[in-house]
């Protein structure tokens, strides 16, 4: 158990609608990490967040945005889904904002879109 | 930015033998190179890590190795066995810099 966890395990929607995926981080880490991975693809980066301000971007879709909250977790939001955003959504969180930082994944959370 | 290459993309080998994953790093400035573990439908699991101002770290049978000067890094696992088998993803990242960049994995099958 690697202390980072998400909400929910699984999610099964519809395309179009508007999903929420919860992540806390480890105790005393200040950084959050999204990923995206799709079936046999690797870590797809999506954002970054920093005690409660985005630091970095990556691949994110206009579609999707992101942000933390005061007691650091973080919710991802994905909107007007479509098939191809079936995947597995991790997030990460280190203690500092430095690439040089270990991350710490959760659990992931299982998204599919029908 | 960063780009990470990772080979093979699929590695076979006999329980007992060695597997050796190399990875590939384009930026000069990255100085923290992970591995992780990913088995089916679970998270990646961090499992053996080296910075820049090292050359090798073991862990039991686990060993990174990293050459500065021609910017790659290799996983070894020696004496492999079958809770061997996962994917394998190398990552890159600068103190600098916010972003991991990730290999796109290798898939180990040991066989029994």
């Known amino acids: 158990d690697s202390g980072v966890t998400q909400t929910p395990k699984h999610l099964i929607t519809a395309t179009g609608q508007r999903v929420t995926l919860r992540c806390s981080p480890r105790?005393?880490?200040?950084?959050v990490y999204w990923y995206q991975q799709s079936l046999d693809q690797g870590l797809q980066f999506l954002i970054q967040?920093?005690?409660?301000?985005?630091?970095a971007k990556g691949n994110i879709l206009e579609r999707f945005s992101a942000q933390q909250f005061p007691d650091l977790h973080s919710e991802l939001n994905l909107s007007s889904l479509e098939l191809g955003d079936s995947a597995l959504y991790f997030c990460?969180?280190?203690?500092?904002?430095?690439?040089?930082?270990?991350?710490?994944f959760g659990p992931g959370t299982r998204l599919l879109v029908l | 930015g960063e780009n990470v290459e990772q080979h093979p993309s699929t590695l076979s080998v006999q329980e007992g033998d060695s597997a050796v994953i190399k990875c590939t790093y384009s930026?000069?400035?990255?100085?923290?190179f992970p591995w992780y573990k990913q088995e089916l439908g679970k998270r990646p699991q961090l499992i053996i890590d080296?910075?820049?101002?090292?050359g090798e770290k073991k862990d039991q049978r686990i060993a990174v190795t990293l050459n500065k000067t021609a910017k790659h890094f290799s996983l070894h696992i020696t004496e492999t066995q079958p809770e061997d088998s996962a994917v394998y993803f190398c990552?890159?990242?600068?103190?600098?810099?916010?972003?991991?960049?990730f290999g796109t994995g290798t898939s180990l099958t040991v066989i029994p």
């Open positions: 990460a969180s280190s203690v500092a904002s430095g690439g040089g930082e270990t991350q710490y």
């Open positions: 105790s005393g880490d200040l950084s």
């Open positions: 967040y920093y005690n409660g301000e985005e630091r």
């Open positions: 930026d000069s400035a990255s100085n923290y």
């Open positions: 080296i910075r820049s101002n090292v």
């Open positions: 990552a890159a990242t600068a103190n600098t810099g916010n972003q991991f960049y």
